[in-house]
Structure formats: structure tokens, C-alpha cells
């Protein structure tokens, strides 16, 4: 069999990208329609950078191909809903989006035997249902291709999960009994809700917590109790969620804004594997030493996720700063060694 020619592959690839960027289109004037009531050309535009022309492909896509009731409004000039869409229309994949299904389907396992698992289950299940006519794949055969080791994941509550989505949505301040378990002390607290995140299979609450007067991370399996008030909250102007996440590493962060500079050298034997790794944080900066070592650089504003990261890999790294880190490393190896004997 000959090989496939270049010209052919790349025409592939640009009808792949653009089906891919037409299907974002798609969403995000979905999701202006419904938040806004309509979308213009203009903003359509501005958005994606893109022609007139284009933009007209992609409503004609909805409208022809989806089956949306898209309709352009002379008087707003801006495109609108006829009747309320509540979802939108199962589409076509491609062998390889389907693969990515698939693959999320198994990621998704860790949450197995749960009630959040049982609802990713069934949503992947109709999914694939819908597309046998249209795909030719055998589902057998990539279970064979691909597996997957998990991280560990708590149980979480549903229904929790379900009220803390529509807090979020809705902005409404949420009343919980909660565990804190550095203190081990339970107590309520009034939240304003603002994201949940997921950290190696785990979910936290992002929250404006009044008790604090700050934003915190709140563990959904330690939430006792939550109930929604009917009180409204209004989004915080000077929070930057992006910049929250970046200041932390591994989910701790400290209560002081002030950020610290963290430098460790790697041993060449350890440095090989953290060559193939990802950056380790955002603000990573990386270093090859001449013997061979590798220094890295982060910027974090809490130290104790850092030291557990660095105690993972024992003599194979030192931190040369900042000097309170040392000591920090240097107190639990003593109440290790203290432990041991």
C-alpha cells in the first residue's frame, strides 16, 4: 500500500481544525443566545476574528445542519431564538473525537460506583449510542488500545454537587456545615460560591467565605450539610480566578498575598524524569546546570505543598531557597528519624 501524500494529510487536518472551530463557534453563540437573549455579527466577529462571510456559514450550519431556530432580528441586528433550545443537538464525530470520548469515559472511571459516576456513565453511553450510524469503530478494540490507572476519589454528594453548580450559576449564597480538618473543629459558613475545581480527581469549592472575609478552597467531601438561600451575591470585580489558582501549588495556598521564590536543584539521576514532566507550576522557570543537574524557580505564596512535592523525591533534590523552607524540611526529617528510632 502506497503512503498517503502530504497534500492529502494536511487538506485532512485543515478540514479537522476547521469543523473543530466551527463547532466552538457553534457553542459560544449558543451559550450568547441564551445568556443575552441574542448575539450580533459584530460580536460574533470581534470573538473569533473571522469574516462576515464565515459567520454566516455558521449560522447556516445551525440552522441547515443542527436545526436550531436561528433567526436574524432587523430591529436589534442580532441573531436570536424563535423558541427556547435547552441543549443542543447530538453532532457528528469523527473517529478520532471519538476516541477522545472514549478516553473520557475512562478517565471518568475513578468516579465509579458513585452517583456523579453513574450520570457520566449514562451521558457517555447515549453519546455513543447515537453514533453508530454514523462511525465505523470498534469500541472492543480501543478498550484493548487504551487503559488507565486512576487517581484516587473521594465520594462526593450529588446533590451538593448539583446545588453548589446552581449557587455558582444563579450567584446565591450558600449556607454549610463543614469540617476543617487542621483544626478538626466543625462549624457553619455562609459562602459565596464562585467555581469548582477538580485536583487529581478531587473537588473543591472555590468560595468568598464571609467568616474570612476572603476567598478559600473548600473540599466538597468534608461539606456536611448545604443548604441555598434565596439571597443574591454580587461577582467580585477584583477577583481573578486564573490568578487565585496560580498562586497555590497543589491546591494550598496561604492567606499572605506575598509571593515566594522557591528554588531546588534537581540530581542528574532524579533530573531525567523531570525533563519529560510538565511545568511543575505557572510560574516555572527552568535551568540546565552544567553537571548535568537541573534547577527549577517557582513563585507560590505557601510553602507546605512545595515541601511534600520536594520530600517525595528524598536526596534527589535540595532546596537552596528560601531559608524558612530548609528549616521546614529539616523539622519533619527530624520527627521522621525521631519516628524511626
Not at 108 to 125: D, F, T, V, W
Request: charged residues 30%.
Amino acid at each position: 500500500m502506497g503512503s498517503i501524500p502530504k497534500q492529502h494529510i494536511q487538506k485532512s487536518r485543515y478540514r479537522y481544525k476547521e469543523k473543530l472551530t466551527n463547532l466552538e463557534r457553534v457553542f459560544w453563540i449558543n451559550k450568547q443566545i441564551n445568556q443575552n437573549g441574542c448575539v450580533s455579527t459584530a460580536e460574533i466577529i470581534k470573538r473569533f476574528e473571522i469574516t462576515n462571510r464565515t459567520v454566516l456559514r455558521t449560522i447556516e450550519h445551525m440552522r441547515d445542519r443542527l436545526d436550531l431556530p436561528i433567526r436574524y432580528c432587523m430591529d436589534k441586528k442580532a441573531y436570536h431564538y424563535t423558541e427556547p433550545v435547552h441543549y443542543l443537538p447530538i453532532v457528528e464525530l469523527t473517529e478520532g473525537e471519538l476516541i477522545a470520548v472514549v478516553l473520557t469515559g475512562e478517565l471518568m472511571k475513578q468516579y465509579k460506583s458513585s452517583a456523579i459516576g453513574e450520570q457520566l456513565e449514562s451521558a457517555i453511553g447515549k453519546i455513543l449510542s447515537n453514533m453508530t450510524e454514523n462511525i465505523s469503530v470498534s469500541l472492543s478494540d480501543l478498550a484493548d488500545i487504551y487503559s488507565f490507572e486512576p487517581s484516587t476519589a473521594n465520594e462526593i454528594d450529588l446533590e451538593v454537587f448539583q446545588k453548589l453548580s446552581k449557587a455558582i450559576k444563579d450567584k446565591l449564597i450558600v449556607q454549610m456545615i463543614y469540617f476543617t480538618a487542621e483544626t478538626g473543629t466543625v462549624k457553619s459558613r455562609q459562602v459565596e460560591p464562585l467555581h469548582l475545581r477538580n485536583h487529581l480527581g478531587k473537588w473543591y469549592l472555590i468560595a468568598f467565605d464571609h467568616l474570612r472575609q476572603a476567598v478559600r478552597d473548600f473540599y466538597l467531601g468534608r461539606i456536611q450539610n448545604l443548604e441555598l438561600t434565596e439571597e443574591h451575591f454580587t461577582s467580585k470585580e477584583n477577583f481573578n480566578l486564573k490568578a487565585y489558582l496560580n498562586k497555590g501549588f497543589s491546591m494550598i495556598r496561604s492567606e499572605k498575598e506575598v509571593e515566594v521564590e522557591v528554588e531546588m536543584v534537581f540530581d542528574q539521576y532524579q533530573s531525567r524524569w523531570i525533563r519529560e514532566q510538565s511545568p511543575l507550576h505557572v510560574s516555572e522557570q527552568r535551568e540546565e546546570l552544567a553537571d548535568g543537574r537541573l534547577k527549577i524557580k517557582v513563585q507560590v505564596t505557601a510553602l507546605d505543598g512545595i515541601k511534600r512535592f520536594v520530600m517525595q523525591y528524598g536526596s534527589h533534590v535540595k532546596v537552596i531557597a528560601p531559608l524558612e523552607l530548609q528549616e521546614a524540611i529539616k523539622s519533619e526529617l527530624k520527627l521522621m528519624q525521631e519516628l524511626y528510632n
